[in-house]
């Protein structure tokens, strides 16, 4: 999968899961704080990602993300080192 | 102590969505039980349930409101909102006063087996995800509305079986006569589904009138031969008088007494003692003779025993002025824990409406059951007051007695 296409397909998740307004989606948005995404969504985006990507997301590993731009570059690194 | 009265009321159930298709319901006599083939699929003895679609309200809440409600909560979401229209209580009310929450439920059960389905086909806890934990607890009903209607007064459920809907009302009257809340949401509600239903199923006690879901359910028929069971939810707001008159609020009805009692026997059989210290604790709060109570919506569920014991207890009170007696689950089916709460909708529809619901089904009593007056036709009636009956397993028992306010 390229990089591009895992991209978007976060954001569509995001969009249509998590129901966080697409005009909100932006690299830099802050996941907290501009997405209001909270402990509790995260907890939906650790099923949300198994079953779209094939990995498990791990609650240690999450402490470093506060940017989309960081989740991005999370992701693509599990998927790639899958 | 202060008087309690009735400002609103919202109901969802198998014979209507909201206030006026349910008063035409009643008037009609209409049925709201089907035959559910997925049941007999399943294993089940009885395929017989109420059923009424399942809200969509997607686009009403936002999904962090949704994903915790259970269909139940979905369907008191649903009538809690039509209750606080109709008693003119809107989002500035409940932020200058604390407006509490006692709910009736006393199950969650197809949360708990999806969750758990999850975990053991994933191995992994982490895959049930957030909104089941909100959906699994007995208390999912009043936690749920209690976030999205930003209630701030009292906060709990009511689990008293098949009587948990009139206990919350009865618990809800009491604290509002001690003069500790003004606004309470009182209410039941019942999930809808297999899963909740299996093991009751299981004890034989479901009627099994398959060729004739409409007929099945019919309390104090000679022929009856179980309960058929249903859901839905209802609520109603009970308030100070004092409030009520502060607000210019329409006063539907005062909940003038409740009784309680437990029969102290068996697990699952009705006895008659238990229900008649029920109803006479409620006539005594509600400092009533007999002779004042004009309509008995009874408990009366369609089973053999049940039906019976209850015909027996209302004659004991009753046997002299012998009011108009029916229950309206031989149209909803049973409605268990919100069963309580929806009686009391319907009687009040009733009581303003100024007409008795026929109890359908009735073609011939037994030789108990005909020592009551039982409406079996829609029969005009000024109703002054009503008392409504709800027992549950474990021989709980809850009376209320609701009168038109007299100034």
């Known amino acids: 999968m390229q990089n591009e296409e895992i991209i978007k397909r976060i954001n569509q998740l995001l969009i249509e899961e998590i129901e966080i307004d697409e005009a909100q989606i932006s690299p830099a948005a802050d996941l907290k704080k501009d997405l209001g995404i909270d402990s509790l969504d995260f907890v939906d985006l650790f099923v949300i990602i198994e079953n779209n990507f094939g990995f498990k997301m791990k609650a240690e590993e999450m402490s470093d993300i506060k940017k989309l731009d960081d989740f991005y570059t999370y992701v693509i690194r599990r998927v790639h080192s899958n | 102590m202060k008087r309690v009265v009735i400002t609103g009321m919202g109901i969802y159930s198998v014979i209507g969505k909201n206030l006026g298709e349910v008063k035409n319901s009643l008037y009609e006599g209409k049925s709201g039980i089907i035959f559910d083939p997925v049941r007999k699929e399943m294993g089940f003895r009885s395929a017989l349930t109420g059923m009424v679609e399942r809200p969509v309200l997607k686009g009403i809440l936002d999904r962090r409101m949704r994903i915790g409600l259970p269909v139940q909560g979905e369907y008191a979401y649903l009538a809690t909102v039509e209750a606080l229209k109709n008693a003119g ?39 049930i995800g957030s909104g ?36 919350a009302i009865g618990i809800g009257t009491l604290l509002i006569r001690q003069g500790l809340q003004e606004v309470i949401v009182c209410g039941g509600a019942q999930e809808i589904n297999p899963e909740s239903t299996a093991s009751f199923d299981a004890l034989n006690a479901f009627s099994i009138r398959e060729s004739e879901p409409q007929k099945a359910s019919r309390p104090f028929d000679r022929d009856r ?9 209802a609520t109603v707001i009970l308030e100070s008088y004092e409030s009520a008159v502060r607000r210019g609020a329409t006063i539907l009805g005062e909940v003038a007494g409740y009784g309680f009692s437990s029969n102290g026997e068996h697990i699952s059989l009705p ?27 009874a408990h009366a569920t369609s089973t053999p025993t049940g039906d019976e014991n209850e015909a027996i207890a209302i004659d004991q009170i009753f046997g002299k002025s012998r009011p108009l007696v029916s229950s309206t689950k031989s149209m909803t089916g ?7 709460a929806s009686e009391i909708v319907y009687s009040t529809l009733m009581m ?34 009503f008392l409504s009956n709800s027992f549950g397993f474990g021989g709980t028992n809850s009376s209320l007695v609701v009168r038109k306010i007299n100034g």
């Open chain 2, 89 to 127: 209580i809107d989002a500035a009310f409940m932020e200058k006063n604390a407006v509490g929450i006692l709910y009736g439920n006393d199950s969650s059960a197809l949360p708990v087996v999806e969750s758990v389905d999850i975990l053991r086909k994933k191995k992994d806890t982490m895959m």
């Open chain 2, 132 to 167: 089941y934990i909100f959906q699994s607890m007995n208390s999912t009903v009043s936690m749920n509305l209690s976030v999205i209607f930003k209630f701030r007064g009292i906060n709990f459920t009511i689990s008293g079986a098949c009587a948990s809907g009139s206990h």
């Open chain 2, 225 to 233: 031969d179980g309960l058929v069971p249903s859901g839905g939810a």
């Open chain 2, 271 to 297: 006895n008659v003692d238990g229900p008649v210290a029920a109803m006479q604790l409620s006539l005594k709060e509600a400092g009533m003779d007999a002779s004042g109570i004009d309509y008995i919506n």
């Open chain 2, 334 to 340: 049973h409605e268990m824990w919100m069963g309580g």
């Open chain 2, 352 to 385: 303003n409406h100024h007409f008795v619901a026929p109890n359908i089904n009735l073609e011939n009593p037994d030789e108990i059951t005909a020592r009551l007056n039982i409406a079996t036709r829609t029969t005009p009636c000024e109703i002054r007051a």
